[in-house]
């Protein structure tokens, strides 16, 4: 069974970075895009950030903008998500997550568009 196993996370201060990676057991992941998602207490998943599968493109959103940078290492099997000024409000579970609809699409920004998670990985950003 493919599977999407995410690294990364941890406790961090407010301005602090931290780099999250998704590692797919399987190289059928690198013809799909890919996106992370959170989810903070008492709220629902919410999407961050995706990129399709040749890495041309990239979509997030609004909140972390300028902050955040979705990326992929094909070679590696692996998708990355760089964090960099963080706020106490990016405080969540992360999770990565496979597009595995064929043919390959080059958008993918909702829940149902990913059809593959990850267990996530908590974030927590410290004032």
């Known amino acids: 069974q493919v599977q999407l196993v995410e690294s990364g996370g941890g406790l961090v201060q407010v301005g602090d970075s931290l780099r999250l990676s998704c590692t797919a057991s399987?190289?059928?992941?690198?013809?799909?895009?890919m996106g992370w998602f959170r989810q903070a207490p008492g709220k629902e998943r919410e999407f961050v950030a995706s990129?399709?599968?040749?890495?041309?493109?990239?979509y997030y959103t609004d909140s972390v903008k300028g902050r955040f940078t979705i990326s992929r290492d094909n070679a590696k099997n692996t998708v990355y998500l760089q964090m960099n000024s963080l706020k106490p409000e990016d405080t969540a579970v992360y999770y990565c997550?496979?597009?595995?609809?064929?043919?390959?699409?080059?958008?993918?920004?909702?829940?149902?568009?990913?059809?593959?998670w990850g267990q996530g990985t908590q974030v927590t950003v410290s004032s």
């Open positions: 997550a496979g597009d595995t609809r064929l043919p390959p699409r080059q958008k993918a920004t909702t829940i149902t568009d990913f059809k593959v």
């Open positions: 990129i399709s599968w040749g890495g041309t493109s990239t």
């Open positions: 399987a190289r059928t992941f690198n013809s799909a895009a």
